[in-house]
Structure formats: C-alpha cells, structure tokens
C-alpha cells in the first residue's frame, strides 16, 4: 500500500503529458514584442491611455482594494456608475457587476434555478456555465451545438414549473453566433428564460459593439439575461449581470458569488468605465475587429468568413497544435492553443483573435507567419 496520499497526482500527470495536454505557466516579460493573437483584449484597450488614466484615477480616489463584498463596504459610488452606463449600453433595464465573468455565471444560474427548474445548455458553452449547471439543483438537460430542434424537445418534455436556456452568444472556441432569435422564440413558447453570454459578443457584435443580442433586436427584453465580462473586450476586470430590475434586485439578495465575494477593485471599475468610454466615442473599432479576423482567416486557409474576434484553426492532435504554436512564437507571433479538455479530441487547434489596433505591418507579418506555420502543420 502506497505511503503517498498523493501518488496518483504523479499518474494523472503523467497522463496528461502522454496525450499532449499537460499545461504549463508562462510569464509574459515586460520587454515581450510578440505580436498577440492570444489574448482577449479585442479592441486593443488594455494598454490604452483613457483607460490606465481611469484605473489610476478610481485608484487614488478610492484605493487599491474595495475593502469588502458588495453588500458591506465594496460597492463604491464608481460601481453604480458603471452599472448605469453598462445597462444604457446594451439597452439592458439594469445591470449588476461581479468581481468575474466566471462568478457572474454562477451567481445568476444558481439564484435562478431550484429542484423545479429545467436548465437546457449548450454542449459547448463556456466552462462558468457548466459548473453553474453543477452547483444548481437543477435538472440539466444538455443538447447538441446550436441545436433548436432538442432545445425544443427538451423544453415540451419538461415537468419542472420553471426552465433556463443557456447559450453563449459567441462561442469561445470556434467563434460561431448562437441562433438567439430562435432560441429566444423557444422561450417565448415554453415559458422559459434566456441566458446569454456575451462575454465574446460585447465590442464585436451588435451596433457599435453592443453585442449580439442587441443585434439580433432583443435587447431589453423582460425574459432575456446578459452576462458579460470586463476582462475582454473591455480590457479591465470582472463580469456583469444585465437583467430586468427584479432579477437584480433577486440576485443582490441571493447570489452567492455575489454576497460573500469582495467586491470588484476600483482600479478595474474605473478602467472598464474608461473602455466604455472609449468605444461609444469610436463605433468603428467593432467592425475593425471582424475586419482584421477575416485576414487571418485568410491567411490560415481557414474557408469560413469569421462570425467574431475568434478564428479557429483546427489541425488534429493536441501534439501537432502545439508544435504550430511554438512554431508561431518563433516566428515572432503568440497565439493560443486549445486542446482537451477544451476542446474534443481530434479537434485541437490554434485559437487566433483579431485586434482592432494590429497595425498594418503587424497584419503582414502575422500573415506571413500564419501561411508559413499552417503550411508546415497542416
């Protein structure tokens, strides 16, 4: 008998490094002149002098920490700016900010569901709504990617008094838009609540990034619930819930993730106000993302005119992925690589996100670079 409770660690690494899909940790430097085609930072703002000059700015006028949950001392007179201008934005009724995207998800599935309620997801939705769907006490009904039809069978066959339909608006990992005025439709039949993750449409899609529901002409809607991130397109920190007023009210005295988490830092409120700033001041940096996204595509042999910031370039095995990948930072070009549990297996690929400020002689050299790497690896 082992003398190492923690023996099966060793086997578990082990595992994964067989299958190419041990995961390692690596610092940026400070000097770092790879071009970025990893990162989230869409409309290329993290860096932006409005939106460090708003960190700094909540940063001295209210600290480095909140001090508290939301709900004692961590909401400052910053956070309810940002709520209002975030709900304005996305023609929401309200809005309330998380300390995550991640935690924004948990919080609003898990206040939402109870032992009577049906929640139909998504097969490929972002990990936070998976593990939402784990903490509730909800029955989980999972369907195929976009898939109207077994959402609507899920949803006829239901016993449950209440039902959530769970989506991302844009997919993390293949860029697709989910069929949200189908969806929606389904709701509206069955009595259900849309729950859409913009945390990838919000600065890409919609009319000046307002994103994909606002797009699809069901913003504002009383059965419709937006969750997004700061820490994309936005270029700071945290989530957000974008929801009726009696949602808000709900989640302020039931989310856990929301009562018992420190409330957002001030620094990342203010930065987030800024980016918001920034991108109602220049509609166009949106459509400058997709534009940037299809001469990647272009440029990767990928066939598909790209729906987002995402492109995805699929090429197999998790060990021919990262060889590309390497093969990208050598030639002077960071981009990501998805592999399981990500993504199936068979599937791993290279995860590449436009930028609205890549500079032309950034274009040409990544363009380069991508026709050299998926040549060599395809």
């Not at 201008?85 to 569901?113: D, K, Q, R, W």
């Not at 209440?162 to 069929?179: K, M, Y």
């Not at 998790?318 to 070009?333: I, K, N, W």
Request: glycine share 8%; aromatic share 4%.
């Amino acid at each position: 008998m082992s003398t190492d409770p923690l023996a099966w660690l060793d086997d578990a690494a082990e595992r994964r490094r067989a299958f190419g899909v041990q995961r390692t940790i690596r610092a940026r430097p400070i000097d770092d002149h790879l071009i970025d085609l990893a990162s989230n930072d869409y409309l290329g703002l993290t860096r932006h002098p409005e939106v460090i000059a708003g960190a700094e700015l909540a940063l001295r006028r209210w600290g480095a920490g909140s001090t508290g949950s939301r709900l004692v001392t961590g909401t400052t007179e910053e956070h309810e700016q940002l709520e209002r201008e975030l709900a304005e934005f996305t023609g929401a009724p309200s809005a309330l900010v998380f300390a995550s995207g991640y935690s924004a998800n948990l919080g609003v599935v898990t206040a939402l569901s109870n032992p009577d309620t049906l929640i139909v997801s998504d097969t490929t939705n972002h990990a936070s709504l998976v593990d939402a769907c784990r903490l509730s006490k909800a029955r989980v009904v999972i369907t195929p990617h976009r898939d109207l039809s077994a959402m609507r069978d899920a949803l006829e066959a239901r016993d449950e008094q209440h039902a959530l339909v769970l989506t991302d608006s844009v997919f993390s990992a293949d860029g697709d838009l989910a069929p949200l005025r189908g969806i929606h439709a389904l709701c509206r039949e069955s009595d259900a609540v849309l729950i859409a993750d913009e945390a990838h449409g919000i600065g890409v899609r919609g009319t000046g990034g307002r994103g994909l529901v606002q797009e699809c002409g069901l913003a504002g809607e009383p059965d419709i619930i937006i969750t997004m991130t700061l820490s994309k397109a936005f270029g700071s920190q945290g989530g957000a819930v974008l929801a009726d007023d009696r949602i808000r009210d709900h989640l302020v005295n039931t989310a856990r993730s929301f009562i018992f988490d420190t409330g957002l830092a001030p620094a990342s409120v203010g930065a987030a106000r800024a980016a918001l700033s920034v991108l109602k001041r220049e509609p166009h940096l949106a459509e400058t993302v997709l534009r940037h996204a299809r001469v990647l595509a272009e440029a990767a042999d990928v066939a598909e005119t790209p729906e987002s910031a995402v492109v995805s370039v699929v090429l197999g095995d998790a060990a021919t992925a990262l060889a590309a990948a390497d093969r990208c930072r050598e030639l002077g070009v960071r981009v990501g690589c998805f592999r399981p549990p990500s993504v199936p297996r068979g599937t791993s690929r290279l995860r590449l996100t436009a930028r609205a400020d890549l500079t032309a002689d950034e274009l040409d050299t990544v363009v380069n670079v991508l026709r050299t790497v998926v040549g060599e690896h395809a």
